[in-house]
């Protein structure tokens, strides 16, 4: 995982597959967007849009790659697609290429809440098994920011009452594990903790 915020991103290629890129980092890198035609959810992003023929002498890549700190293919010309990321190994610079072969920045499927950010790759070999996978985790923990904040204030409490650190482990592995303080969740972080801490410490 790297911390992209506010850094910049440059991308090729304004289509759907540009978009879910730009999608991707939205938000949180500052991304440029070089491609003849967009989608219109392009619209709607924060990215900066480009509109021009991408060029296929590196020399003329290199002007547009130049300060970024990561940029991502995403053309629907396999071949440029290369010459881009060629030129990028060259120039010392991160790359991602969306079409195959990949290059040395690998984009995992993610999903994040408030507190936790999970991240699923299969080193690009099947994109769709990463979103299947991310599928699968949200629809299983949707009170995951919940229970996190609940576990942070109850380590807290632990901590203040000088419990041993093994008994710590201990609590806090049997909330996570307990059905009846997921489904308090449900009513609040509040009556949750409450209705454990009256079960693990009183």
Known sequence: MVDCSHKPVTIFGGGEVGERKARYFA???DVTVYSRTFTPAFESLPVKQIRTAIPRVETEISDLIRGAFLVVTATSDPDLNQIIADRCRTDGILCNNATDPPADVTLPAKFSGERFTIAVSTQGGSPAVSRFIREQIEAAWPDLDQMIALEEELRKDLKMRQIPQ?????????VLHDAEAWKNLQNGTEDALTQVREKYLA
């Open 27 to 29: 938000g949180e890198a």
């Open 166 to 174: 093994a008994r710590r482990r201990e609590i806090l592995t049997a």
